[in-house]
């Protein structure tokens, strides 16, 4: 399989993805932060169509240009349930479900703790996942509505994948998760981890995606070994001013 993904960033720190199945050429924007943003990435790539919006959870920040998109280009509109109080939503998903972007063969699943209805989309043939707002690179989201041990359950699931998944994250937050994380971990290695996302964020450039198996290394909310160590770590973080 040949998934085309294109990132660039929106609003103040989210990133937005449009991404392309090679083999039919249909095109899909994951969560919509900003319809103005995704128009223009459409047509300075010349892909020409915009057929399926994959919303990842309700917050306005990934759902507010499903109404203009919808109206604009026609799209289906593919989320959870929890979409609906915000936002069109043509077709409800959840754990376990498929949804196909052309011949690309995304399984969703389940992960609460962000919100309560969040939900990720893996396509195990590309080695890729578009995780929302569950997983950050050296992070993972507040707990908006779920609680620490949904979220941890939710991050287990994730750890079972496969190490090589490159990994899709929302939001362009590594540079504080970093600092965080070496207010826990001294190992040189994650010194050298950090200092090249510094480096990175210096000249400009994104650190998104990532990998799991770079983030099973120096992630510290998933190397946390319980839901009580998660919780206290994850308090930690919320009041972190690193």
């Known amino acids: 399989m040949t998934l085309d993904v294109h990132l660039f960033p929106c609003r103040s720190d989210n990133y937005g993805f449009l991404i392309r199945d090679a083999a039919t050429g249909v095109v899909a924007a994951v969560d919509t932060p900003d319809a103005d943003r995704i128009l223009h990435a459409l047509q300075g790539l010349g892909w020409g169509r915009l057929d399926l919006i994959l919303n990842t959870h309700w917050h306005p920040d990934h759902t507010e240009g499903n109404a203009r998109l919808k109206a604009e280009t026609g799209c289906e509109i593919v989320g959870p349930e929890e979409v609906a109080r915000v936002a ?24 609460p703790g962000h919100t309560l209805g969040h939900i990720v989309y893996r396509s195990a043939a590309d080695d890729l996942a578009f995780v929302g707002d569950t997983l950050f690179a050296l992070g993972c989201g507040r707990l908006f509505e779920g609680t620490a041990e949904q979220m941890f359950d939710s991050l287990q699931r994730l750890k079972a994948w496969p190490d090589r998944t490159v990994l899709w994250c929302a939001h ?13 971990d001294d190992r ?18 994104p650190t998104v995606p990532t990998r799991l198996d770079v983030e099973l290394r120096f992630n510290p909310f998933l190397t946390a070994t319980s839901a009580e160590e ?5 308090a930690a973080k919320d009041g972190f001013s690193g």
Request: proline share 3%; glycine share 6%.
């Open 88 to 111: 069109p939503l043509d077709r409800a998903v959840g754990d376990g479900d498929i949804v196909q972007v052309g011949e690309t063969r995304f399984q969703v699943t389940a992960t």
């Open 172 to 184: 362009e937050y590594t540079a504080s998760n970093a600092r965080f994380t070496l207010s826990l």
């Open 188 to 205: 040189p290695e994650t010194r050298a981890h950090a200092e090249a996302i510094f480096a990175a964020r210096e000249r400009g450039e």
């Open 230 to 234: 998660f919780a206290a770590r994850r």
